[in-house]
């Protein structure tokens, strides 16, 4: 599913009630996160997660209606609160307990129904077998450990990081005979075609891909002569594309050209060869080919031929390195049930490292009297208000306004939220903080009874560069056999192909795509997809299908600094305004780094507590 640029423009369907009161709005935030057995356990949920229902109500008054609210009463006091319960959110509460003591009150607020942000936990359960897996951030870079920021987490939650990314799991599918293939769809390659092996994607994981293997492989796909020779130079990496370029231009002209312009203009590629690699870039950056420049193409490690930079710090720092490892089932998720269980002992007791992601926490601890420090979900924050001795937060929870007045405040949410929060804020830092536009996706879970079809088709992994779900694969069993339960992740970007618009302008369209288009069409697509590239191996969704969680993140990846649209010097300038303190405030968040790793959400996190006892 792409979106066209009429579609941009007109708003998307963009999901708003427009001319609701602020009181309808306050109301229609809702609460939701109970499980079907009647106990609040969110990562059971199904249907439509991430950025589901609720979560964006009070926020979308304020940015896009211009709602204003009625000031009400402080009820409480804290030492800290701190706005968004992701990972930077947690780990800044973590360590301000570090710095100063653990008997201070802090509070801790999310819009959402979980804690953890994008690091989202899902659960399935089949034939009674509880199947784990994750929502969002997940993957671990090996630059992570170099990092003084995380290696104190990391170490302080008891977190061996060394062990943990030693080595990479065995895979239990190889020994089948299940590796990569690429679906090819009649509407875009003239027949649907599923080919397996996919050097492509194996080049990618850091594996050279043998000559003979390529030429098979391009035999094999349906595409044209002349593309099927372009790709196999280009895979063989003997030709420099840009002899005789001086350096200096050549790395300029490798940061403004992007991979599309490459693939056609040097490569010779024609139309379909460039549809063919036109969505690999999709999991690294939340963008096609057009909106990635050769450069960055190479770092997560695309083929652009001889003499070009090798896979580099931009794909560790993404988490996209072959290196990269998932250290937990779940993600990301254990470290925010780890940063939970360490400051609230009594929602998970006893739970080590080891155990946090089959440990059951007891949501009813979350928000206590008796704990010093509490996580309130469902809770939306509106209004920052920075004195010289305190700050007051006013926020939505429950369909009433409640103000607390705290300390110190970190706001770790998204970060183009914050001038609509605080509005007193400084005009230039408030115009670089509704430019961090994030990136929109979906991690679409589903959970399958079996995974016959795929040991019949003898793939694990399919890349579909055309289809709007781009890539899928079957996560580690929890048994060996095929008609063991299993879950399968699908990625889902909505892109603007061809649309020659810049990058905050496509995520704009696609986050608007995202938030108009309901889970039963989400759905049906899923299936239809599944049925269609995987009928051949017997698979009926009917049959297999137990489970669908949709993870929308139509507020998904960061924003980082893309070198096709943004001069490199003033978006770090850009970046420096956006998280400025602000009297007791501070602003912590990928975000604020200006790159969608959980690496840059621990640090930004440590800054801001510096930056508080300064």
Known sequence: MTITRRDFLNGAALAIAGGMAPVQWLHAQGGGGAAPSGAYYPPALTGMRGNHPGTFTLAHSLAREGARYPGVLAREAYDLVVVGAGISGLAAAWFYQRRHGGNKRILILDNHDDFGGHAKRNEFTVRGQRLVTYGGSAEMPPSALDDSAMATLLDGLGVDARRLGAAAPLDPYAGRGMGRAVFFDREHFGRDQLVPGDPFGERMDGVTAKADAVRRFLDAAPLPAADREALARLMEGGIDYLAGMPQAERMAHLQRTSYTAFLRERAGLGLAGQRFLRGRTHDAFALDAEGVSVFDACAIGLPAGANMPQPGEQARELGKSPASRLWFPDGHASLARLLVQRMIPGVAPGATAERIAAARFDYGKL????????????????????????????????????????????????????????????????????????????????????????????????????????????????????????????????????????????????????????????????????????????????????????????????????????????????????????????????????????????????????????
């Not at 899928?472 to 192909?497: I, K, N, R, S």
């Not at 618009?501 to 299936?527: S, V």
């Open 367 to 614: 928000d206590t009297d008796a704990s010093t420090v509490r996580v309130r979900l469902n809770s939306t924050a509106i209004a920052i208000e920075p004195d010289t001795r305190l700050v007051r937060v006013t926020y939505g929870w429950q369909g009433n306004l409640h103000r607390v007045e705290a300390a110190h405040v970190v706001l770790a949410g998204y970060n183009m939220m914050v001038p609509y929060m605080a509005p007193a804020l400084p005009d230039a830092q408030k115009r670089a903080l509704r430019d961090e536009v994030k990136a929109p996706l979906v991690y679409a879970k589903v959970a399958l009874d079996n995974w016959r079809a795929f040991d019949a088709l003898k793939a694990r992994r399919i890349h579909a560069p055309t289809m709007a779900y781009s890539d899928l694969w079957l996560e580690t069993p929890a048994a060996a056999g095929p008609d063991a339960p299993v879950v399968l992740h699908m990625l889902y970007v909505p892109t603007v192909p061809d649309s020659g618009m810049k990058a905050r302008d496509r995520f704009r369209a696609g986050r608007a795509l995202l938030l108009g288009t309901p889970f039963e069409q989400l759905e049906r697509g899923i299936r239809a997809q599944l049925d269609r590239m995987l009928g051949q191996g017997g698979f009926a969704s009917g049959d297999v299908v137990r489970g669908i969680t949709v993870n929308r993140w139509a507020h998904g990846y960061s924003y980082r600094p893309n070198t096709l649209f943004d001069d490199p010097a003033a978006a770090q300038a850009a970046l420096a305004r956006s998280r400025a303190p602000y009297g007791l405030v501070t602003i912590a968040g990928a975000d604020s780094a200006g790159s969608p790793s959980v690496t840059a959400a621990v640090s930004q996190a440590w800054r801001a507590i510096e930056e508080l006892r300064a």
